[in-house]
């Protein structure tokens, strides 16, 4: 495999990498937001890349393609474009690939998407003709091979982009988690970003469970602001779960009147929480990053990696 | 078992307005909930009556076949046809257009939705979606647990991130306000293959389908047996 990405390229050195996220607005035609968000992460060295993600829970947002190319002229960072199959059959998605090579876009999240009927469109066609592991080999073919699934010749440069995969360590057992990255592995998975993680032993686990697949895992976190936002994650993110103690901790947190002084708590918390929890997951072979989904919530993102780094 | 549900008797009425001597035709077949002479008997006396309730005279005979979805039955409805100016057929829709082929000069209504292919758990208990007629059957492969019908994506490697505790993020309804947790099928898949030592079919990488083979297919006498 080759790494044609900042991102591939970053993990191939051995560095720790870090990858950030943005979210386009759904049923929106403004972008302004969601480049600002994309510079303030540029500004941040350890952060490579950031994901720009597709109808996420099954929202109507701007096509991923168009806001990922938009705010990767705009901001100077490198995207992750992310990709599901739950909304284009194999067509569409080559033809989407294609325009993604094109536009110089270098990396894919291949994703199966939450369930058409979970969002605001919820009387659609569910589309799924591939699957996430399908979407990986398409990309892989289009870029090892310079064919599509069947058998079509790709004309013009070679597509380069690097695939990754989304990874769930709080699925039970992890047994059939782990089954399912090797499946995608061997279909030519290079990466792995995963799904939200706030038990740091699931986390260490998961990368000791992972590592004889050998695809570099970025563990994904998410600095909650309120406890609204952590029990937010408990309770209606499929498969999340938030440790009893993190969520009293948060609680805690609402019994502070004074607002200036709640975030001051809540930023030191979560500092403190997440340096450790990084710095630990940063022990494991199979870890080669993190991924951090704190989109909007700037003011611990750069002391969560300085901390680590330091 | 193709299953079907009943349509409003409201909607059926409306369908049936301008007619006013129907023959109502109930399948002996694999129609369930059962659809035969005894359904055709009760829906004909609710539209007779929902009739008089307007001052209308409606004619309505029940009647069954054994099964509508082959022509030799379906011929024996033509001795009765006399009459009647409409069919009204309580099959599933494949009932409904062996009639309205093998008897164009009357026109053939549907009393019925047809819903899925399924399996009843216990006698008159709920009824499962099981098999879609894919025509590409991997039962062999996933331990007898149909992943192309059962997991509401379809998906051909899965579990997705969607299977929370063995249970899918998409909920079955019930009728009008009931919801369901459907058991995820590859997760059921995933125990069925460990009890059977066979996880490598469970980490087996599924390639796409070929769906290029859509409807309408035909079975040609000589592929029969």
Redesign the interface.
Same mark, same amino acid.
């Not at chain 1, 799924?128 to 399908?134: I, P």
């Given at each position: 495999m080759e790494a044609f990405s900042n991102l591939m390229k970053g993990i191939a050195t051995g560095k720790f990498v870090y990858s950030g996220e943005l979210e386009p607005h759904n049923v929106c035609t403004e972008v302004t937001s969601v480049i600002e968000w994309a510079k303030t992460l540029k500004g941040i060295e350890e952060i490579l890349a950031a994901n720009v993600t597709d109808n996420p829970q099954s929202f109507t947002a701007m096509s991923s393609l168009a806001a990922s190319h938009i705010v990767q002229e705009a901001s100077g960072l490198e995207l992750v474009y992310q990709l599901r199959t $739950?909304d284009r059959n @194999?067509m569409a998605l080559a033809s989407d690939i294609l325009g993604a090579a094109a536009l110089g876009l270098k990396n894919i999240l291949a994703l +199966?998407g939450?369930?058409t +009927?979970?969002g605001n469109t919820p009387h659609c066609m569910?589309v799924? !003709? /591939? !699957? #996430? $592991?399908?979407l990986v !080999?398409l990309v892989h073919k289009m870029v090892y091979e310079g064919t599509d /699934?069947a058998g079509n010749e790709v004309a013009g440069p070679r597509v380069e982009i690097n695939v990754g995969v $989304?990874g769930?360590p709080n699925? &039970?057992p992890m &047994?059939?988690e782990i /089954?399912?990255m &090797? @499946?995608?592995a &061997?279909?030519g998975a290079e990466f792995i970003q995963t799904?939200v993680v706030f038990d740091l032993d699931i986390a260490l686990e998961y990368l000791d469970a992972l590592e004889y697949i050998k695809v570099p895992t970025l563990i994904g976190i998410f600095p909650p602001r309120s406890f609204g936002q952590a029990s937010f994650f408990d309770k209606y993110v #499929?498969?999340v779960t938030v440790p009893k103690d993190f969520l009293d901790t948060f609680a805690g947190f609402k019994e502070i009147e004074d607002k200036a002084k709640r975030k001051e708590k809540i930023d030191e918390f979560n500092i403190d929480y997440f340096v450790n929890f990084v710095k630990e997951i940063k022990k494991k072979k199979a870890c080669a990053g993190c991924h951090v989904m704190a989109v909007g919530y700037p003011d611990v993102i750069e002391p969560i990696i300085a901390g680590v780094e330091k | 078992m193709i299953v079907v549900r009943e349509k409003p008797l409201e909607k059926i009425l409306e369908t049936l307005s301008p007619y006013k001597n129907i023959l109502v035709v109930g399948c002996d077949g694999c129609t369930q909930p059962p659809r035969s002479l005894k359904e055709a008997e009760t829906l004909a006396k609710l539209i007779e009556m929902s009739g008089k309730v307007k001052n209308e005279e409606i004619n309505c005979k029940p009647t069954t076949l054994i099964k509508q979805c082959c022509n030799t039955s379906v011929a024996n409805l033509r001795t009765q046809l006399e009459g009647y100016d409409a069919i009204l057929t309580l099959s599933c829709g494949i009932g409904v257009q062996t009639l309205t082929s093998m008897y164009p000069e009357l026109q053939t209504f549907p009393a019925q939705d047809t819903v899925f292919n399924g399996y009843e758990e216990t006698r008159d208990g709920n009824i499962f979606e099981m098999c879609l007629a894919c025509g590409d059957c991997l039962l062999d492969e996933t331990g007898g647990i149909c992943p192309i019908t059962r997991c509401a994506k379809s998906l051909l490697n899965g579990p997705c991130g969607g299977c929370v505790e063995g249970k899918c993020e998409v909920e079955a309804k019930i009728g009008e306000d009931q919801t369901v947790k459907n058991d995820c099928a590859w997760y059921l898949i995933y125990h069925r293959l460990k009890d059977l030592d066979k996880l490598d079919l469970f980490k087996k990488y599924r390639p796409p389908r070929d769906n290029g083979n859509l409807h309408p297919q035909i079975i040609g006498t000589l592929e029969r047996y």
């Open positions: $739950a @194999r +199966t939450d369930h +009927t979970m569910p799924f !003709d /591939l !699957d #996430s $592991a399908h !080999d /699934l $989304a769930n699925q &039970e &047994e059939i /089954l399912k &090797e @499946r995608k &061997e279909v799904q #499929s498969g | -």
